[in-house]
Each structure stands twice: as C-alpha cells, then as structure tokens.
T-cell receptor, first 112, second 111 residues
Framework: DAKTTQPPSMDCAEGRAANLPCNHS???????VYWYRQIHSQGPQYIIH???NNETNEMASLIITEDRKSSTLILPHATLRDTAVYYC?????????????FGSGTRLLVRP | DSGVTQTPKHLITATGQRVTLRCSPR?????VYWYQQSLDQGLQFLIQ???????AKGNILERFSAQQFPDLHSELNLSSLELGDSALYFC??????????FGQGTRLTVV
C-alpha cells in the first residue's frame, strides 16, 4: 500500500546534479514526504524530509510542488558513492504514532 | 553508525526451525519498527512497537511475532521457518525526532 510512484532506474554523470522524481498524488495534508537510500544491502539511510516547504541539508535538497502531489530529490553534485536505491516515502499516521511504507524505489547509477 | 544495533548479523537455519532476531534502538528512542526485505525486493513493513506496546501492524505472518521489553530492546520471533522466509530483516528506531534510523540488518538464510 505504498503511496508513492518512482521511476525504477535513472543514471547521471559524476559531478552533475541528480534529480529524482516522486509522485504522491494521494498524500494527505498532514503527511510528510521522506527520502531514504539504500546502498547495496545496508540499512536504509535517512536523507531528508518535508511537509510543504522546500528543504535543504548537507546531503540533498527536497522540492515539493505547491499541490504536494509530487516532489523531487536533488543531489547537487553526485558522486560514485551516491549509487544506491532511493526511496520516496509518505509517512502514514497510525493512532498517535506513524509508519514508513516503502515503495519500489529508484535505482540511481552514477557514471564516472 | 546509526546507533541501532541488530544481532546476529547472519543466521542460517533449517526449515521448520524457530529463530529470534534482536534489536537495540538508539538511546532515547521509544519506537521500534521491523521490516523484511527479500532478495531484490523493497522493504515490507512488519510491525511497530512504542514503549512496549504494539502500535501498528503490516504484512506480518502469523508465524512471526515480536515484542518490546522494558529496556526498549525488541525481539522478532520467526517460527516454522520456510525457504521463502530467507531475507534481510531490518529494525529501525524513532522517537521525538521525526526520522527513523535503521540498523544494518540480520540476514536470515533458511535451508
């Protein structure tokens, strides 16, 4: 019951920006968008999250459309170590807690 | 290092057996989440505990169960194991911070 849709794979050149799109057309007003990545079979690594404003941290930027139905994760200067599966997730509220439901993700390949 | 510790890292067992996977959350985190990732598949949410109580259930089989203890560590019990249960099992913890941090997983192989 993932609430997001992502392209299965993308690639970009090392040093260039990687822009990973995500559709979440059924997102509710209080649901956050999260991005995680998974390198090989390691534990998923948190990247960034947002509600309706654009966000930036040391790893990436998150651009959320005004209607909140889609977002884009931007890795400004991709490196070979950024090759991973990137998951866009909508955090679903459950009672007074929440859960993260992962979709299929986008496999990003950064080319030398 | 996420601060979430999972043991063991690898486990090989036979069909029909029972195993227990352990997770120690980050200091101060009250929530523990369990996920299953089969080969080349996405992460399937299994179950969540918050401060010792079950809070949310996902696609968890009846042969699987979990609990969270007073010291907040959690155990995932898998019984009557089948070949198809071979997978990576991840634990994540979260708390007042909005992000969840994942451990490095337990790789279970059922032979």
């Amino acid at each position: 019951d993932a609430k997001t849709t992502q392209p299965p794979s993308m690639d970009c050149a090392e040093g260039r920006a990687a822009n990973l799109p995500c559709n979440h057309s059924t997102i509710s007003g209080n649901e956050y968008v999260y991005w995680y990545r998974q390198i090989h079979s390691q534990g998923p690594q948190y990247i960034i999250h947002g509600l309706k404003n654009n966000e930036t941290n040391e790893m990436a930027s998150l651009i959320i459309t005004e209607d909140r139905k889609s977002s884009t994760l931007i890795l400004p200067h991709a490196t070979l170590r950024d090759t991973a599966v990137y998951y866009c997730i909508v955090r679903v509220a459950v009672d007074s807690s929440y859960k993260l439901i992962f979709g299929s993700g986008t496999r990003l390949l950064v080319r030398p | 290092d996420s601060g979430v510790t999972q043991t063991p890292k690898h486990l090989i067992t036979a069909t029909g057996q029972r195993v227990t996977l352990r997770c120690s959350p980050r200091s101060g985190d009250l929530s523990v989440y369990w996920y299953q990732q089969s080969l080349d598949q996405g992460l399937q949410f299994l179950i969540q505990y918050y401060n010792g109580e079950e809070r949310a259930k996902g696609n968890i089989l009846e042969r699987f169960s979990a609990q969270q203890f007073p010291d907040l560590h959690s155990e995932l019990n898998l019984s009557s194991l089948e070949l198809g249960d071979s997978a990576l099992y991840f634990c994540a913890s979260g708390g007042s911070r909005v992000e969840a941090f994942f451990g490095q997983g337990t790789r279970l192989t059922v032979v």
